[in-house]
């Protein structure tokens, strides 16, 4: 059998970093969503890239399927084991190796988490942008091509991971990148790793881009009477080239989950949160600016956040959105979806959308970084009622048709993992042959993280 | 015979569009620099995306080589056609197909040049800012990963196509990313083409992201006695944060060479040019805290350009520095070196390389996009004399090698091409071996651009 042969193997290799409990199977089976479970046989918990290049090696050849695990927080069921095997959490491999604030860069472990990289930089002027809701592990966020609030200034993983160490399905090591700022030097690899979801190598250490620390903040938040306007104001603004770092949509249904949520006082009418960075005078203008396109569209009840920790007061809020959501709707279970679309088709998909929500029935509260075109829907079937969540499957696969018909994309930053894989086809057409291309050519025996992104694996 | 096979095959397909004349044949073996003719043995113009699909179905039916053209401007070497077969040459694939300002994107053919499209767009207030100075062709552009002048402030190439349309080795067309800002839909293809020099795939359509014409721009050209102040004097901007537009570095011969060549009055010493993006006060604000570091680090003359037409003046000074230097060195067979490294190395990288060129008795003027720690050094060993081009060849080598050491790249802009094949193994270690392996899994006949960027190619 070629699983317990690995795990005899594996168990040789790390001892009682190898758990076969019942308990940490089932732990490393669930995801945050709707998916069934699907637990591995074992979890490994390596401490050295010379040890993941060990299991690699281990499992290639007993053709034992592997999963990488990060913190645990996709949406999609990324790293459920749909076919057994071992799961490779990095929780031991979590340390923030190098900081060059000359170069504003980091070497980090890929289980080190966003908000602990950001505690450790506090001291340096430097910070790294990218945040999903969730304290998410960069090398997941890396696997996944995550972003969040501040993608409109400072970009996703995508522009954020400079260089990376992998190791392949056979236990090879390769860098990728470097720590110059720019390379003409061949195929880019780092960006073929960032948003490959385990399925072409596990990453072991990332170089990433910090950014300053900005000399001035401000945010604030202010309320529109109704959706339209509220999405014509972010199309003017972005189209303005206000320099936004941050600019959120949150619908009515998402503003009283966060009210009941952290006692807040939101109206409940749809909002725009929004925050500038830069010298004083620059967010002073930029604000400015700001106010004149959202008065011009009826926005009102500006609430300005100036202070650091009130500021910190409405991110979170912000960040938790998914639990507030969950928590304003007892019982039901979560399908996040997540398009994304040209700026200029950003009204029409949020206006079918929600038109399409309310005749459905079914809670679906929305919230976006809509600076980037990106919107959630957090569709609340009741748990184990098969027709609501059919019902919500047929939403979420509306949403996500609309979006190509846009010349938008089915997934903006939650990845593909296993609720988007039924639109890889329609988004990709002959492109997702070349995929499956290319992951033979990295993994043959189809090791790495079976059953994901690619056809036929 | 493979290739007269295929000529005849190509020649029934595109008639007088297939031209194997020697002139032509000669004109597409040639390269801007010092590497050996290698014509192809015809040169093909499609008219279309299935005329270049049909061309591609046919070399691969024969095993006849196909190699992508641009506008001729590489320096490596690239489209040289080491294996003879066909150059594509997309010449009258050149249209802007579409420019959409609400998303601040355009859609162009490959064939369209840099200079061509910011014409085009002159009225619609965007503009595109990769600026290799060269007047490239967009797809020869994004196939090299291309850079400039403004990739500090704007990015590169990688940064600047959104979306690719591809033909592959067996001519199947391919649509990869969209028109949306970001996705996490799956492998980042778009990445994986943009830099992959013709060997991948031949780009027949582009989608690329443009910018808002900045509201207020200002430029200056500061001088400095010597190198080392200059150079500290971009570290520290760079560290400082200032949203530099540009900032490049002129050397005091380059100076001589921009004076010859334009009829100018530069000091000839190590100079600054810098330009400013931004709202009038923003602009006046990043020019204030910059003309602060160059005080303090002795900088002097600064010459202000705040008219358009003094700024294209001097910008059109820096971009044809090749010809400048060139020109002020007549019989020199020209050897263009390209690293980039991070920028807390730049000075001691800049320092190693002059005093290393000045021992070694060759010309070699050093000009360099140094914000992002990219320099060149033109060197200009004697046409037709053997001794002085290997003393060259030295030199780039010892380049490269210190790039690397430093932990940066040998080709920051102007990519592999013929002439860092050499430095490949070195770069990348194991990840050169998967470079080869994407490579077979999409061309297994090996007949795209062959000779080039892989290894055993």
Redesign the interface.
Known sequence: MAIPDALHDLAGLLGSRLNRSDSDRALHGASETHFAPAPPDAVAYPETTAEVAQILRICAGHGCPVVGWGAGSSLEGHALALRGGVTVDFARMNRLLNV??????ARVQPGLTREALNTELRATGLFFPVDPGADASLGGMAA????GTT?VRYG?M??NVLALEVV?SDG?????G????????????T??F???EGT?GLITELTLRLH?QP?AVSAAVCAFATLGPAVEAV?ATI?S?IPMARIEFVDAASAAAFNAASGGDLPESPHLMVEFHG?P??VA?QAERFGEIVAELGGAGFRWATRAQDRTALWKMRHNAFYAILAAHPGGSPLVT?V?????RLAEAVEQTVADISASGIPGPIVGHVG???FHALLLPRKGDPAQLAAAQALSARMAER?LRL??????????GMG?LG??AA??????A??G??K???DPAGILNPGK??PGN
Chains 1, 2 share one sequence.
């Open positions: 060059a604030p000359e170069d504003m860069t996944t091509r995550a972003s993608a996703t995508r522009d392949l090879r090591v390769i860098r990728t470097s720590a110059a700022p720019k390379s003409s030097a061949g195929y880019d690899l960006a073929l960032v948003g490959s072409l300053g000399e199309i189209q080239g010298s005078s620059a203008e997540d994304c679309v040209p700026i200029s980037d075109g990106n979006a010349g938008g994309t089915v997934t903006g930053e939650h990845g593909i988007k639109y890889m988004e990709h057409g002959e492109g997702w070349v995929m291309s290319l033979r050519a990295l992104l690619v």
